[in-house]
């Protein structure tokens, strides 16, 4: 019972210290999303050009390119480690069905290209359900290439 006290205590004394910390902290060192932040994970450029791609078409129907300037070299081989998948440095394949683009215009965009063909293609009667589940996730949004030029017309 003791032991609980005691714990409790020092629990308590913790918060107060982390809680009297933070109110500590000066205008000039607080993180501020706009300033701080976005201007680090922002491309200054607005291409769609691929740096790399990881081919996973016969296994799964999808096709990873990584676009930001995040992906190296080493980071791109790294990332398509799936023994299914074939590291390139050479764009997607086209793509009739489209993809998800995650992280536009970011460090780390990537567009995972889906295909009606390969191990588990994706059927008309699938695409809304693919589009659907990427549309709805903040960060993502379902493109075409015939969109992506469009965009960098």
């Known amino acids: 019972m003791k032991r609980n006290k005691l714990f409790l205590f020092c629990l308590g004394l913790s918060l107060v210290v982390v809680l009297a910390g933070c109110e500590g902290v000066s205008e000039d060192q ?21 740096r790399g791609s990881c081919n996973l078409i016969a296994g799964g129907s999808t096709c990873l390119d990584y676009v930001g300037s995040l992906w190296t070299e080493q980071q791109m081989k790294l990332n398509c480690g799936d023994p299914r998948g074939t590291f390139s440095l050479d764009a997607c394949p ?40 990427c549309n709805v996730l903040p960060v993502a949004d379902w493109v075409t290439p015939e969109s992506l030029l469009q965009n960098n017309n």
């Open 94 to 133: 086209y793509s009739e069905v489209g993809g998800c683009r995650t992280g536009a215009g970011t460090i780390a965009e990537t567009i995972i290209w889906s295909y009606d063909y390969g191990g588990e293609p994706i059927t008309p009667e699938v695409k809304p359900y693919s589009m659907g589940a």
């Open 30 to 50: 607080a993180v501020d999303y706009e300033d701080d932040v976005k201007p680090l994970i922002e491309e200054k450029t607005n291409s769609a050009k691929s």
